[in-house]
């Protein structure tokens, strides 16, 4: 081609560059994403609860008090990655590939919402957990943890390669946030995703937290002693109750003779001399007496609940900061009035309820996530919504907020006409739930099923059980009414409800697994075994 010719096709491509540039007009908003692992409704005190009044969370509270609180936020597979995944493609695991935590990379060759935003002349940043095993694409900057991260002197990859850092991770990923702020291009709009570690297991608290709550008394949930009596199997075979599964030395900092080796390859391994002796001058005390109690039984899981709750909330205060901090960065430096301010979570947590922690589960304490979000001048602070809304939902919503086109193949919905109070008449009016990772860490059975805001309707279809609950009988989900003549009618809907969002969504058939062949993967003893014993029953009827 002819140098004059390539010219006049440069500037004709320059001059598109600045139009489209243009008429964005760049009074574009930035979007603030700050994302937690594993930080559960209930310990917000935004959405009130009965830890509200113990464990207060104000800067949290003041994105709801200026913007929304969503009530009702479901997500698509309550587990890291997965999620993940799902707010990164606006898609389903069956779409984006990601299904369970194990094993997978995430395929960062497709279609991401931060490549889209990039094309529309966003700056796109993440600083944080990550956990999807391939590097991050479409982010400008990246500074990610690997896996799972460490709480103290934690390690960062970055482009360049990896190194350590000294101090409190929540501190240290907050500090970069800012960093990355400062230095930005200030002409372009921008999107920061700040995600916290915390508050995922094993919850080490930061140094300046170590003691908060002592003396206090965490409200128990009333279904801390559920006996799993009114569901199928799937409730009652998990491995993760606070009784059984939650250990002294790998779990609550006790150094126990037998459990010491697990609390020495924990955060506690990770100290450095400074470091442990602030947690020995917080916990060896407070460990002899419990030594000493000699607890058993009920007073032990108690006890174990109050140690769990008390590091949870610990580490949950300085997410909180983290929130605070970066509210003040943006108000001083006038990005308050046109940055969209959002929080949300991987997915819930049990804080006790049902005897568990962790999640998976579609009950509603971990399949529900937090979702706050402030945008002044459109969102009208103090807000509530109950719409089913999704982290399906949220790469639509980037978009949207960036004046950027939509895909066709996203599966979700962008929230802005929500958060502008304008619901279109065509919202849905059910969810759908997928969750994979049987076998695996917990031993939650996999999971499908499909919630319309009441009734929940559930299927373990390896195993071939069905639930269904009533939340507005039943808001503890204690009593699946699946069968009872009173519900038929309900039972009928629910399954039409759940085959088209099966189609709508395209899901593949499922294949069931061969449960007498997987490999069991318990931590607790008596689960094991338990579980080696149904195995083998499972077997010996096979063999017959
Ligand atoms: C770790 C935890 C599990 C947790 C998974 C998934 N065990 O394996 O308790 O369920 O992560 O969490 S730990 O002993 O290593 O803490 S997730 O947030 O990544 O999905
Ligand atoms: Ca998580």
């Keep these: 081609m002819k140098p004059k010719k390539l010219k006049s096709i440069f500037c004709l491509l320059s001059a598109f560059v600045l139009l489209t540039n243009a008429s964005y007009g760049d009074s574009r908003p930035n979007i603030v994403f700050v994302f937690s692992d594993d930080h559960a409704t209930q310990a917000i005190s935004a959405y009130g609860g009965r830890l509200a009044k113990v464990a207060p969370t104000p800067n949290l509270d003041r994105i709801a008090e200026q913007g929304m609180r969503f009530d009702r936020c479901m997500v698509t597979n309550s587990i890291c990655g997965p999620s993940r995944a799902t707010i990164l493609t606006g898609k389903y695991s069956h779409k984006n590939g990601f299904y369970t935590n194990e094993n997978t990379v995430f395929d960062g060759s497709q279609q991401t919402f931060p490549k889209l935003l990039q094309k529309a002349g966003y700056q796109t940043a993440i600083i944080g957990k990550w956990h999807l095993g391939s590097n991050p694409t479409g982010f400008d900057h990246w500074e990610i943890l690997p896996g799972q991260g460490s709480y103290y002197n934690p390690d960062f990859i970055t482009k360049e390669g990896k190194h350590r850092e000294t101090g409190y991770v929540t501190e240290i990923v907050t500090d970069k946030a ?16 700040v995600q916290h ?13 170590l003691s908060a709550f002592d003396g206090v008394e965490i409200p128990e949930p009333e279904t801390l002693f559920d006996d799993y009596s009114g569901r199928g ?14 250990t002294l030395g790998r779990d609550l900092k006790v150094k126990e003779k037998d459990a010491t080796g697990d609390f020495m390859k924990r955060g506690y391994g990770r100290l450095n001399p400074e470091q442990a002796a602030l947690w020995d001058a917080a916990y060896q005390k407070k460990n002899d007496a419990f030594l000493a ?4 039984g009920k007073a032990l899981t108690r006890w174990k609940y109050q140690r769990y709750m008390k590091d949870y909330l610990r580490c949950i205060k300085s997410v909180d900061d983290s929130v605070g901090e970066l509210q003040q960065y943006l108000s001083k430096n006038g990005l308050s009035e046109n940055t969209v301010f959002i929080y949300s979570s991987d997915q819930g947590f049990y804080l006790g309820e049902h005897g568990w922690f962790d999640k998976r589960f579609m009950f509603d304490e971990s399949y529900r996530t937090p979702l706050l979000v402030s945008w002044p001048g459109k969102i009208k602070p103090g ?23 939509i895909p066709q193949d996203m599966q979700g919905a962008s929230l802005v006409p929500i958060f502008k109070g304008s ?38 279809y390896d195993v071939d059980e069905w639930e269904l609950y009533d939340m507005k009988s039943d808001p503890h989900e204690m009593k699946s009414v699946y069968g009872h003549p009173d519900y038929t009618e309900i039972s009928k809907r629910l399954h ?23 490999n069991m993967r318990y931590h607790s003893e008596s689960i094991r075994k338990a579980g080696i014993a149904r195995k083998k029953a499972a077997e010996a ?4």
């Design 197 to 209: 570690k915390a508050p995922h297991r094993a919850w080490d608290p930061a140094p300046e937290y």
């Design 178 to 193: 800012k960093a990355w702020l400062e230095q930005r291009d200030k002409d372009k709009p921008f999107i920061l995703m």
């Design 383 to 405: 807000s509530v919504n109950r719409d089913l809304v999704s982290n399906l939902d949220f790469a639509e919503t980037f978009l949207d907020l960036a004046g950027a086109k």
């Design 293 to 296: 109690a000699k607890l058993t």
């Design 541 to 544: 009827k096979k063999v017959k």
């Design 233 to 246: 199997t799937a409730a009652r075979d998990q491995d993760m109750t606070i009784e059984k599964t939650m």
């Design 496 to 518: 039409r409800e759940l085959d088209g969002l099966r189609k709508q969504f395209d899901l593949p058939v499922i294949e069931k697994q061969d449960l007498s062949n997987v």
């Design 423 to 460: 619901k279109p008449a065509d919202w849905r009016s059910s969810h759908y739930y997928h969750y994979y990772e049987y076998p695996g860490w917990h031993m939650v059975q996999r999971h499908e099923g499909v919630y319309d805001g009441r009734y929940k309707l559930m299927r373990y």
